[in-house]
Nanobody
Framework: QVQLVESGGGLVQAGGSLRLSCATS????????MGWFRQAPGKEREFVAT????????NYADSVKGRFTISRGNAKNSVYLQMNSLKPEDTAVYYC???????????????WGQGTQVTVSA
């Protein structure tokens, strides 16, 4: 059984920064694609960023490109999302996800965390 636990969310003013963490347990996910998605109230869950098992292949949504950075821990059992220059439209629940293949659609991921709230005030 794989468990993903996000942390690091909170309330921040526009222009500020937050760093989200996702810790995994249950098995080693070194060979899994890890992704971050987010869901705002009344909206569908949307892709934010993915990182390959090696960490060498990164992919970002256009809306966060240049502001957010995804990375993996050395032991490959954690993934991070550094969020800079935050905007009110970044407000959402952020979810960590893992899958052997992954992609930019939420249905491509089998394992999910419970989510962490990020609120950006104007």
């Amino acid at each position: 059984q794989v468990q993903l636990v996000e942390s690091g969310g909170g309330l921040v003013q526009a222009g500020g920064s937050l760093r989200l963490s996702c810790a995994t347990s249950g098995r080693t996910l070194g060979d899994y694609v890890m992704g971050w998605f987010r869901q705002a109230p009344g909206k569908e869950r949307e892709f934010v960023a993915t990182i390959s098992w090696s960490g060498g292949n990164l992919n970002y949504a256009d809306s966060v490109k240049g502001r957010f950075t995804i990375s993996r821990g050395n032991a490959k059992n954690s993934v991070y999302l550094q969020m800079n220059s935050l905007k009110p439209e970044d407000t959402a629940v952020y979810y960590c996800a893992a899958d052997t293949v992954g992609g930019v659609k939420s249905h491509m991921y089998v394992y999910w965390g419970q989510g962490t709230q990020v609120t950006v005030s104007a």
